[in-house]
């Protein structure tokens, strides 16, 4: 089974993480046309390589983002989106 | 006759330890330490078992876990592999794949018309007519199979262990027990497996004699050090990612995880190809060493060392000193061998021919061993015997070396990219992944100091991967002739020059294959069923690529190998299987429905009672929704509702948190008041709703559906993460039972243990309130799903059945019956309310749904709002609607997801249809078209009998109701 890093409980078997889709930034929904807001919510890269990653710690309800090769299956880095403050 | 030698320094049986097991009825004697084969060969017993397809007798090929012929059962235990297993003093036991013994196998008869039996027969030969079929097809299952499969086997679980190390390495050969010592000596720790009963490796039978004192010092060190945890009689099993790998003992299975892997699995040595190369007393000559050297038993008596590298000659050398009389090695080689040994031989008087080969093996009677051997001149390059001249020996045995594959499985299974080394003839690793090793003859390096340098090398690349700084370690290249053979193919007119011993797969077959068009390995393997035996192509996969290779006149690394997938053997399913790890989730009030006879069924991961079946109850499951049903319409109902997701939202911006989240206002909500909660994704689909009450000013309390809550939650999670609101989540879909009292006595029930005033005036419908219920702290809520009259009460799980039980106490007088959740869809079905999920799908908007009223388009943002004025500006292409059935309809009653039919057109479907009791008509949910929306619409269904029944449109059986 393979092993992910939680930015917060540090490393922990996959078996306690949730996958979470590809991490797309949103368009601001009030200057978007409409094509760009449908491409952003139905269109998704299935091609192979470098990606960003929600994932999901299920013990703790951590979100955070994996940089991962969909190639080599190779987590490269996780952390917590940098305005995201964990709710305590 | 005993072929058992006098004590040999290396052996591994222990003589004080004499028993006797039984074999085919036979009685035979054995030392602890032996296998199975062992102690059989020991006793002069060579036939050990019939091959699988032609039932041709086998004896010892390889004593290297890959003699898939000699399989044993012992009562219950079928398919013990007699090669490597401990034979014990109760087994009796019987070779599998015989019919009536093994010495007298009737079904031997398959030998002598085997030419009509060709590869990709059984393809071919019975699929037409297809009426034979089913017969044809019982007679090879019965054929096909090894062993009796025992429906009655115990169940008998191993326990799981985990283990965690630095370095785990992969056989304890020298490499490898190298390797485990430069890592320990660094501090780190080792775990280091071997599927051999003691360790060392190849070192335990060739160059055993020379090499002992070295292994001897070797394996002390090895256990003086603290750091080195040496598993023996285990096999590494596979890899998993990140460096998991199952380590498999008799006892069970131990998961270990490592930090870096090194495999020094070695190699195995491959058979030579010629006809009948499978008689019993044919054997590797690494199997005649096993023999002498481990377990103290003559191979044979008189035989010949047919051989294709420098090997063959050892070999030789050690038979002459167990006593055998080697005749002569046959080296297959043009050039023959420059190595020392051969004066060595012949000053034992073993003659030494080169350029030749074993043309065939002449089958003693009964063809249960080796009367004689044909020994012919050979050309290497054309892989054929020259038959003008022949000369036969008279012997009982015939040693073969041929070379080596590497034992790379675990490698292949890492992604490990092997690259063919000509020079070496062998697949050696040219790219490892990361934290992943390979030392010894499996990286290709077969010179006994140079083994111990590569383990030293391996281990330094590992310790450095781990963040030592460890000196690198300098292996010379391989010098001298290959260890392995490029073409060690005899042929012969009359074939039975096996190459797969598993499946029975000559030389011919490979060809004929070819010819078929199957000229790709993948193909091959599929169509010869090569390396698909038991030992997996352990010594067949090799000769296999050759022979492919040379029939498309291509290089073998252009042929390339075959996946490599676990378990490296095969591995027993009490081993793998275990306890179940799927939960469910029991409401407070669980016990009190089992002993009501409530029918139990999973809901998400919860067990909620679909209706009530109390013992000496007579009614059919639908008979008894009806009548809770009735009970809740004409007096009260109770319904544990515990399973509702529940979520406490609290922070300055608890509300507009859930503007952000949900589609409608929470800002100016009252405290005291609930709201329905509608959940879109970002593309306006509807997918959960629930209740949102108000507590404090700065805290509400969610509910959600059942099967949701925990998507809901987790969406909670992510958006409270990244908005930056000042607002925290607490999940309590555990901490709290929740029940449902609904119909028109609900409320003077519910009074017994309550001040709340609960007319509709002082306490209507949107109404919450924080009180105390039968001395507990709960929540009350007034609403209006199931019937129009009705409260939700949500308390502490711990006091759920307490609470639960005084209230179907003090509703006794009043009709109270608890009901199940058919009961329940029933009810608002009978209000009219949909169920997102139910009545909705994966596509369905809130437009579609007339949910207008939930949705505040003028707020900022919502998840979902952006998707919906996109939505909204388009024309609607179906809407849900309430419908019933004529009241003198006839006909089968229709399903959900039975279709509308417009003018012979598909129009919509039905996502909701039950015969109420109550109004005692059939009523439902619908999509049709957006123009059918009005009441009194009329629109057809099409049932499962494909006739047409008709609806009518309505605003909702309420109405029905009043109308009546």
Redesign the interface.
């Known amino acids: 089974m393979k092993l992910l890093q939680c930015p917060v409980n540090g490393i922990r078997p996959l078996s306690e993480f949730s996958y979470g889709g590809e991490f797309r930034t949103m368009p601001d929904p009030d200057s978007c046309t409409d094509q760009q807001w449908a491409a952003y919510v139905h269109y998704r890269s299935g091609a192979p390589g470098y990606k960003k990653e929600w994932w999901y710690h299920m013990p703790s309800g951590t979100w955070f983002i994996a940089e991962r090769n969909t190639i080599t299956d190779k987590v490269s880095r996780t952390y917590l989106l940098p305005k995201m403050e964990v709710a305590v | 006759m005993s072929s058992r030698l006098i004590n040999q320094p290396t052996e591994w049986i222990d003589r004080d330890k004499p028993f006797s097991f039984t074999y085919e009825g036979q009685k035979v004697t054995a030392f602890e330490g032996d296998t199975i084969s062992s102690a059989l060969w020991a006793n002069g017993i060579r036939v050990l078992g019939r091959s699988f397809k032609y039932h041709r007798a086998r004896g010892i090929l390889t004593l290297a876990n890959h003699d898939v012929n000699a399989l044993m059962t012992d009562g219950l235990d079928t398919n013990i592999r007699a090669d490597v297993l401990p034979v014990q003093a109760d087994m009796t036991l019987t070779a599998v794949n015989t019919t009536g013994g093994v010495l007298k196998d009737r079904s031997q008869f398959i030998d002598k018309i085997s030419p009509l039996l060709p590869v990709g027969f059984y393809y071919k030969a019975f699929h037409t007519p297809r009426r034979f079929f089913p017969f044809w097809e019982d007679k090879i299952r019965k054929a096909a199979g090894l062993g009796e499969v025992n429906f009655n086997y115990p169940r008998i679980p191993k326990p799981k262990q985990h283990a965690h190390c630095d370095v785990l390495i992969i056989g304890a050969g020298i490499s490898g027990l190298s390797a485990a010592l430069s890592v320990a000596e660094q501090g780190l720790s080792v775990i280091i497996v071997d599927e051999n009963a003691k360790a060392g490796g190849s070192l335990t039978y060739d160059m055993a004699d020379q090499a002992s004192s070295q292994l001897a010092e070797l394996l002390n060190a090895i256990e003086q050090h603290d750091n080195i945890r040496l598993i023996t009689n285990a096999y590494a099993a596979g890899y998993?990612?990140?460096h998991?790998v199952p380590i498999v003992e008799t006892s069970g299975i131990t998961k270990v995880?490592a930090k870096a892997l090194i495999v020094a699995s070695g190699a195995f040595e491959q058979p030579p190809v010629f006809r009948n190369n499978d008689l019993p007393g044919v054997m590797m000559g690494s199997a005649a060493q096993r023999l002498i050297y481990r377990y103290a038993v003559k191979p044979f008596e008189k035989g010949v060392v047919v051989t294709a590298n420098d090997y063959g000659y050892r070999t030789a050398l050690d038979l002459v000193s167990a006593g055998v009389d080697v005749l002569a090695v046959i080296d297959m080689r043009r050039e023959g061998s420059r190595s020392p040994l051969i004066d060595e031989l012949k000053d034992k008087q073993v003659a030494v021919h080169k350029a030749s080969c074993v043309y065939e093996v002449i089958a003693s009677k009964h063809k249960l061993g080796v009367s004689e051997v044909v020994i012919c001149a050979y050309d290497e390059l054309m892989a054929e015997a020259d038959t003008k001249n022949k000369i036969r020996l008279k012997c009982d045995g015939v040693a073969m070396s041929a070379g080596w594959a590497p034992a790379a499985a675990l490698l292949y299974q890492a992604g490990t990219k092997m690259r063919f080394d000509s020079g070496l003839q062998q697949f050696v690793p040219a790219e490892l992944p990361?934290g992943v090793f390979a030392a010894g003859k499996v990286n290709g390096v077969f010179e006994l100091s140079q083994r111990a340098l590569d383990g030293q090398r391996a281990a330094a690349e590992a310790m450095n991967y781990l963040g030592k700084s460890v000196a690198t370690v300098e292996v010379k290249q391989h010098q001298g002739t290959s260890p392995s053979h490029a073409y060690p193919v005899v042929n012969h007119p009359k074939g039975k020059n096996f190459v797969d011993f598993d499946e029975d797969i000559q030389v011919k077959d490979f060809i004929n294959a070819a010819k078929e068009g199957f000229d790709n390995i993948e193909l091959m393997k599929r169509f010869t069923t090569v390396g698909m035996g038991p030992s997996q192509g352990k010594h067949s996969n090799m000769n296999a690529i050759r022979i492919l290779a040379r029939i498309r006149d291509l290089p073998v690394e252009k042929i390339g190998t075959t996946t490599a997938r676990p378990f490296f053997h095969p591995t027993p399913i009490g081993h793998l299987g275990g306890r179940g790890f799927h939960p469910h989730r029991y409401t407070a009030m669980h016990e009190w429905h089992i002993e009501n006879g409530g029918q139990m069924t999973a809901a998400g991961l919860w067990m909620r009672p679909a209706c009530y079946l109390p013992e000496g109850c007579h009614l059919t499951a639908q008979q008894a929704t009806h009548q809770e049903a009735m009970a809740v319409r004409t007096k009260a109902g109770i319904i544990d509702n515990s399973t509702l997701g529940k979520i406490e939202v609290y922070g300055p911006d608890a509300a507009a948190f859930l503007e952000r989240v949900y589609t409608g206002k929470f800002v100016r909500q009252k405290v005291g008041q609930y709201r329905i909660a509608m959940l879109l994704d970002?593309?306006g689909v509807m997918v959960d709703d629930g209740l949102a009450c108000r507590l404090e000013e700065d805290r509400f309390y969610l509910t959600t559906s059942t099967t949701n809550s925990a998507m809901v939650?987790?969406q909670l999670?992510?958006e409270?993460?990244?908005c930056?609101l000042s607002?925290?989540?607490a999940?309590l879909t555990g901490a709290k039972a929740a029940m449902t009292i609904a119909g028109p006595a609900a409320a003077e029930i519910i009074s017994q243990f309550s001040s709340v005033d609960l007319a509709a005036t002082a306490f209507p419908t949107g109404s919450v309130v924080e009180t105390q219920i039968a001395d507990i702290e709960c929540l009350l809520l007034r609403v209006a799903f199931v019937a129009e009259q009705a409260f939700e009460i949500h308390l502490p799980a711990a006091a759920g059945l307490s609470v639960w039980s005084q209230l179907m106490q003090a509703g006794q007088p009043f009709g109270l019956q608890a009901y199940g959740t058919d009961a329940q869809r029933l009810l608002r079905l009978e209000m009219g309310h949909h169920l997102i999920g139910h009545d909705t799908d994966g596509l369905t908007n809130p437009f579609e749904a007339h949910a207008e009223p939930l949705i505040a388009m003028d707020k900022t943002?919502f998840t979902g709002?952006?998707?919906l004025q996109?939505i909204a500006k388009k024309p609607l292409n179906k809407t849900l609607v309430n419908f019933v059935l004529d009241s003198n309809c006839v006909g089968e009653l229709p399903n959900e997801c039975n279709l509308v039919i417009d003018n012979g057109d598909i129009a919509g479907r039905i996502t909701s249809i039950a015969f109420s009791p109550y109004l005692q008509r059939v009523i439902g949910i619908a999509f049709v078209p957006p123009e059918k929306h009005l009441p009194g619409s009329r629109f057809d269904i099409r049932n499962d009998a494909g006739d047409l029944i008709a609806a009518t449109v309505i605003q909702s059986p309420t109405e029905l109701a009043k109308s009546a």
């Open positions: 998993y990612a990140d998991l995880r990361e970002e593309a939650y987790r999670q992510r409270a993460q990244l930056g607002v925290s989540l999940n943002f709002q952006r998707s996109i």
